[in-house]
């Protein structure tokens, strides 16, 4: 009987006894909703201080790790002869170790890849686990267009995309900045990847564009800004194109800043064609010496000189 009621009394002044009152105490009438609330929140506690103790760790693991042979872009086109990605990686410090698991990864690479002058949009960045890798989708500028600065060195020819950006020169396939349309008039050159605010390079530029499809066959070297005019309260530069063989084609305003009665650069460069349809192409010294196309349907020419002839001659030499 003794041993009973010692039995009893252990047990009521033991831990087990005293778990069972808290038991009881927190499910006792209207304190269930407490008990799941502090069950919920103990869990919570739990998972967010076990994540962010194992994540940095699991994102260390080797098969996370992110090389530069994980990490394909979209294939440069042919005329930029730079490795894109490897300078991209090199100077946005995405060379050293990263992980797949980076919760920043994708922001981290569109912003480096998006810094590089070549480079004019990243449409995505896809990260893959299984297996590790991510993919960037890349819009690359095109040059369109080479701008002549006078510089301490001598000549220079600044390649530019249609945004009037400063694209590298070294990393330009040599052959593609040859035959690119010239543009004179500029007096400044921004850095590279910085666009140009000059209003003969920026129209200069679109003319090119337009342009770009028949450069070629009509055998066009420069585009040259000529004056500044004013039409009715609306300034306007005008411009000229030179052949190869020396002639000057007064083109008029660049596209969409013409003022009111000139022609439309359809209409100028129709009555362009069907004038070397004609007369034969612009590149000797029996072409005239200028066409103007601002006023149609025929263009208006100035036959050559002695003196244009010996301009032909010069224009004619190779570059």
């Known amino acids: 009987m003794a041993s009973r009621k010692q039995t009893r009394i252990r047990e009521g002044n033991g831990p087990l006894h005293w778990l069972k009152r808290v038991a009881s105490e927190l499910t006792g009438r209207g304190r269930l909703p407490l008990v799941v609330i502090l069950l919920l929140a103990l869990i919570g506690t739990g998972l967010y201080l076990g994540r962010h103790r194992i994540a940095p760790w699991i994102a260390s693991m080797d098969q996370y790790r992110l090389d530069a042979d994980r990490i394909h872009i979209t294939p440069p086109p042919e005329w930029i002869a730079a490795d894109v990605k490897v300078q991209v990686l090199r100077d946005g410090s995405l060379d050293q170790e990263i992980s797949v698991l980076d919760g920043d990864l994708a922001k981290r690479l569109k912003?480096?890849?998006?810094?590089?002058?070549?480079?004019?949009?990243?449409?995505?960045?896809?990260?893959?686990?299984?297996?590790?890798?991510?993919?960037?989708?890349?819009?690359?500028?095109?040059?369109?267009?080479?701008?002549?600065?006078?510089?301490?060195?001598?000549?220079?020819?600044l390649p530019i995309d249609a945004d009037g950006v400063r694209l590298p020169n070294n990393g330009l396939q040599s052959d593609a900045l040859r035959i690119l349309p010239r543009i004179l008039g500029a007096t400044s050159q921004p850095p590279i990847g910085q666009a140009w605010r000059e209003k003969p390079v920026l129209e200069g530029c679109r003319l090119a564009v337009y342009l770009a499809p028949m450069w070629a066959r009509l055998n066009l070297v420069d585009i040259v800004p000529l004056n500044e005019e004013t039409y009715r309260k609306k300034q306007f530069c005008t411009y000229e194109l030179v052949t190869r063989g020396g002639t000057r084609i007064i083109w008029g305003a660049a596209p969409n800043a013409g003022p009111p009665g000139e022609s439309s650069p359809d209409a100028k460069l129709a009555r362009l064609q069907q004038f070397i349809d004609k007369h034969g192409p612009l590149t000797s010294v029996n072409s005239p010496a200028v066409i103007d196309l601002r006023e149609g349907p025929i263009p208006k020419t100035i036959p050559r000189t002695a003196h244009h002839h010996q301009e032909a001659d010069q224009n004619a030499s190779p570059r």
């Open 111 to 157: 912003d480096a890849f998006e810094m590089h002058p070549w480079i004019r949009s990243v449409d995505r960045v896809i990260k893959k686990t299984v297996p590790v890798g991510v993919e960037v989708a890349i819009t690359y500028r095109q040059p369109v267009a080479a701008v002549v600065v006078n510089g301490k060195d001598g000549t220079l020819l």
